[in-house]
């Protein structure tokens, strides 16, 4: 039965003739026929396949007089809600006007269960009963739950749960005597403010409309009630209610074709049973005067019949709509759509006139009774498709009950999959029981505390709730912000109730937009929007939002579950909302990848490597200090000794708002370190495979450096730090406009072909601009003489040297040869395509040039040019996962067995090396009179003697064989071999002010690196 249904349903419904099937001709007398008799019935072809189907369709068929054929064609309203009056109305034209059909609008569902065996038992015919519920019959009917509109299921990537939710309304539907739902709306909705679509559409991506409706379609199929695609030939680019005049779509048929019909194209080749015909004035389908698409041949016979190949039932939006009522009335709506092609007509303005009208345009020729004929089988076969060959009782026992059964869980499922993280500016999500603070929740339009407040307050018990209903005016706006901003350290906002079209703000109240506009600009505050996301347009600037699409109890649960971090962010915006929040958007985070090797690291007490716990409990002590005194919001310390992790701790906050506190996990901008942890580390393991040699020059790799003097610096030289290179160029300032502002030429607010290179959030660089810069180094001056000048320069072109050498981008040959091997998670380039902005401990609130607050994008303006890849800058991590790097080092260059760069280009490349500096062939190295009792052993000139602790580097007790790097973001790493130690330090000192030198004058690092060696001394 379920295959004969689908195949049904794919258009078998015309009882023509076909290849392989004998016909006979009715023997009706055409010169008997009086007016209202068919005519010329013996040139009908009646398709006979000596089955069941074709039997009982001519047994009915033969059944029916004149009228009662034309009144197959027809669809009344019916209502379980307006009592006898209607009733009465509906009876008679089931007794006396022997209408095809009954759709269904509001009511019960028991009530219409009543209704629905009453005139399926007086009906001379079976009565086809049709829905519009597109969420189910929770749209229609109280007491059975609303599924969520069509708009949630377009921000869910797995098509499977729109199968699921057609299955469910076929189930609904089947288990209510209802053959047919008037579902899914197949509309392409690129306009927002579309009135009568928006959010019943699958969104604004044609592809994801079709794909989604398609498993809509085939969910509701597979359970035996026929799906209607609608509104052909597409109503999602209108801003007129068709319901409530005639909408005008003055597209090119180009146009339609590549946009609006491809939905329609496929779900005629995936066998929908049906396509309802909108009234709209297409020009380029047919530019006759007040003619809608419903009632236009060319729509629907040139068009969906012939072009399109359409073969299933086609039925028109309600006559009884002013897009078409307002031409037409009294049963002459639905003459005009018969002669168009249509198969059934919804709610004409009467039953009868319809019947009397359609027979006036017989008489007139206008259509045959043959083609009346070929319809009224048609949708006779339908029926037959439908189970109406026999007698169905719906049984009311556990009626509401069994419509509910599924709709809990497959909404929970659809939510769970839907929420969309748009933004996260403030790294707020995801909170948890320890996030540091006072917060509170404001349910914005509620009346009562809601389940996403229950919710909350159920995982967090110390949150504090408030209400804002709709009813409250503007004057008591500032009131509520002020108390928030006094008491709470965030503010997580909830907006309910509002509309689901875009007349008049959605219904959003002035008072209503204030507060949440108020409370975004003046706190750090999450906003949940539960509803229509197009609402989201008047919350573009939020600094970290969710779109939750719908209201319910089971969207606030998970919507609450999301926000602290019960549940991840899965959801894809379906449509554009503003221009901050494109089609597409969506924040998903990745799992951590799983480590690659086996950790040899383990944490042990440190009297079993020979040190002494309470000396390095005063570590505790220099963090505590550090944060107090305001030299860094927070840090991670790692220590290790023999290669056992003795020391492992986190200290503070990512800011000074102490939001969010520094874990484990967080991942630090290392700047400078970059230079060792990804150009040195690759610099040395070309070296071992004989690719780059350090007395070979820079013209040897870089093409665009010949001709130029560059071309003849050694190698040797650039790793040194002596080539003569100046120590950085200002990119950025020659791109900046009049008050420091980025030039609109090269930058732009978007990524497309021509900006593609990340310089921050909503700042693109022009992708040519690269040439640019390379061009800027190789025109710089060059130190007359030779000496050391740090400078980033010089390890800008030894990242382009591993790039030209390789054949791939540094962050992916570091990864490749290095990270992953190791199993180093967090340790890359770029980290927001990886992780969550929670994960990322921010940098500087930049006021020149990026303007804004810089977290997840390297802090480096000139690494920030590159794309954040570059050979002096742009490398995150977190301490463990550095510690895992520098123990490989200190083991020689092998780790759990595997040999990544031989022990004597470490002990080459770690020595010193130069006679102008302590430097290494890219390690920086203690300083060289760190021995001396005094720093150069008496008193500089115009300084008072400083003591050696504070002038050593990187501290006074660190052996000559030491090697590591600093950052200028608050970062170092240091091992030493002498001692079998290791120490990394990450902060994020430049937040929120980058000239802030508190890190450096305290001593912090150097003090902190010092205490591993008294701890050493004290452990013996």
């Not at 078998?12 to 005519?39: M, Q």
């Not at 939710?165 to 197949?186: F, K, S």
């Amino acid at each position: 039965m379920k295959q004969l249904l689908i195949l049904g349903f794919a258009g078998l419904f015309l009882a023509g003739s076909a290849p392989g099937t004998s016909t006979r001709i009715n023997p009706s007398n055409p010169d008997k026929a009086g007016p209202d008799k068919p005519r010329h019935e013996n040139k009908i072809p009646v398709l006979r396949r000596e089955s069941p189907e074709d039997h009982w369709v001519d047994s009915v068929f033969e059944s029916l007089n004149a009228d009662e054929r034309i009144a197959q064609l027809i669809m009344i309203r019916a209502h379980s809600n307006l009592g006898i009056d209607h009733v009465n109305k509906i009876v008679n034209d089931i007794k006396d006007n022997k209408v095809g059909g009954l759709i269904f609008f509001q009511g019960g569902p028991v009530r219409q269960a009543l209704l629905t065996n009453y005139y399926q038992s007086i009906s001379k015919t079976p009565l086809m009963i049709a829905i519009d519920g597109e969420w189910g019959l929770g749209m229609r009917l109280d007491s059975v739950i609303a599924l969520p509109r069509n708009l949630m299921l377009g921000a869910v990537k797995d098509s499977t749960l729109a199968y699921d939710y057609g299955r469910i309304l076929g189930q609904q539907c089947r288990r209510l005597g209802i053959h047919m739902d008037y579902a899914p709306d197949m509309d392409v909705n690129n306009n927002p403010n579309n009135p009568v679509i928006n959010d019943r559409s699958f969104g604004q991506d044609k592809y994801q409309v079709a794909r989604l409706g398609i498993q809509t379609i085939k969910g509701m199929q597979d359970q035996g009630v026929m799906a209607c695609a609608k509104h052909f030939p597409g109503h999602g680019d209108t801003d007129v209610d068709s319901h409530l005049d005639l909408p005008t779509i003055r597209k090119s048929r180009a146009q339609l074709d590549s946009l609006e019909l491809y939905p329609f194209r496929e779900a005629i080749a995936a066998g929908v049973g049906g396509i309802m015909i909108a009234h709209l004035y297409i020009p380029a389908i047919d530019s006759t005067p007040n003619t809608p698409t419903s009632i236009s041949y060319k729509a629907v016979t040139g068009l969906l019949k012939q072009e399109l190949g359409y073969k299933g039932i086609i039925i028109t939006d309600a006559l009884e709509m002013k897009g078409i009522a307002k031409f037409y009335t009294n049963g002459e709506e639905a003459a005009q759509s018969l002669l168009a092609g249509n198969d059934m007509m919804m709610l004409p303005s009467t039953a009868e006139g319809s019947v009397d009208a359609i027979k006036r345009a017989i008489r007139k020729d206008l259509i045959s009774w043959d083609e009346v004929n070929l319809r009224v089988k048609k949708v006779l076969h339908a029926k037959y498709q439908m189970g109406l060959y026999k007698p169905q009782v719906i049984d009311l026992n556990n009626l509401t009950s069994d419509l509910n059964a599924a709709s809990d869980s497959l909404t929970r499922r659809i939510s769970e999959n839907a929420l969309t993280l748009l933004k996260n500016d403030n790294h707020l999500i995801p909170f948890n029981q320890h996030t540091p603070g006072k917060v509170a929740v404001i349910a914005v339009g509620a009346d009562v505390n809601n389940a996403f407040v229950q919710t909350i307050k159920a995982i967090r018990p110390d949150v504090t709730s408030y209400i804002f209903t709709s009813r409250q005016d503007v004057n008591q706006v500032g009131q509520v912000v002020e108390r928030l901003k006094h008491d709470y350290q965030a503010v997580i906002i909830g907006l309910h109730n509002y509309g689901r079209r875009p007349a008049n703000s959605f219904g959003l109240s002035t008072a209503e937009r204030l507060l949440i506009q108020q409370l975004q600009l003046e706190m750090p505050s999450v906003t949940v929007v539960f509803g229509n996301p197009y609402a989201i347009q008047y919350f573009c600037e939020a600094p970290t939002i969710i779109a939750a699409y719908e209201d319910d109890d089971n969207t606030q649960r998970a919507a609450a579950r999301q926000l602290f971090g019960q549940l991840q962010p899965k959801g894809k915006l379906p449509v554009t909302v503003c221009s901050n929040f494109p089609y597409g958007t969506g924040i998903v985070p990745e799992p951590l990848p799983k480590l690659a090797a086996p950790l040899e690291l383990s944490h042990v007490k440190p009297e079993s490597v020979g040190m002494n716990s309470q000396t390095l409990q005063h570590l505790d002590v220099l963090a505590n200090e550090m944060i107090k005194k305001k030299a860094a919001p927070g840090c991670q310390i790692v220590v290790m000794k023999d290669g056992k992790i003795v020391y492992d701790k986190n200290f503070g906050a990512y800011d000074y708002s102490k939001r969010e506190a520094v874990t484990s996990q967080s991942i630090y901008d290392l700047a400078s370190v970059t230079k060792v942890c990804a150009t040195t580390m690759s610099v040395m393991r070309l070296y071992d495979e004989g690719k780059l040699k350090l007395d070979a020059t820079l013209g040897d790799y870089l093409p665009w450096v010949v001709g130029s003097n560059k071309a003849g610096l050694r190698i040797r030289d650039i790793l040194l730090h002596q080539a003569g290179l100046v120590p950085f160029i200002p990119f950025y300032k020659e791109t900046l406009m009049d008050k420091g502002v980025p030039d609109t030429a090269l930058y732009h607010s978007y990524a497309d072909s021509l900006y593609s290179v990340r310089v921050a959030e909503h700042l693109y660089l022009k992708s040519t601009y690269t040439d640019t810069l390379f061009r800027r180094i190789v025109e710089s001056p060059l130190k007359p003489s030779p000496g050391y000048v740090y400078s980033d320069n010089d390890f800008i072109l030894l990242g382009e040297i591993v790039e030209q050498i390789t054949g791939k981008k540094l962050n992916h040959y570091v990864r490749e040869t290095f990270y992953e091997p190791l199993g180093m998670t967090t340790t890359g380039f770029k980290p927001r395509e990886r992780f969550s902005l929670s994960q990322l401990a921010p940098t500087e609130n930049e006021r020149t040039f990026r303007r804004q607050w810089i977290r997840g994008d390297v802090h480096d303006p000139g690494a920030a040019m590159f794309g954040g890849v570059a050979g002096h800058a742009g490398l995150f991590s977190n301490a463990e996962d550095l510690a895992i790097l520098m123990q490989m080092l200190l083991n020689g260059g092998t780790y759990n067995g595997k040999q990544y760069i031989k022990s004597e280009t470490l002990q080459l490349f770690t020595s010193y090396n130069s006679n102008v500096s302590r430097r290494g062939l890219g390690f920086d190295k203690p300083e060289k009179d760190n021995s001396k009792e005094e720093v150069k052993g008496k008193k500089k000139k115009g300084k008072s003697k400083k003591s050696k602790s504070e002038d050593a580097y990187p501290c006074k007790s660190a052996s000559p064989l030491t090697y590591g790097h600093t950052g200028f973001t608050g970062t170092c790493i240091w091992v030493d071999p002498q001692s079998k130690l290791v120490f990394i330090f990450l902060s994020n000192r430049v937040c929120p002010d980058g000239d802030n030198p508190k890190l450096g004058t305290m001593h912090v690092r150097q003090n902190m690196m010092e205490t591993l060696y008294e701890a050493m001394e004290n452990g013996k």
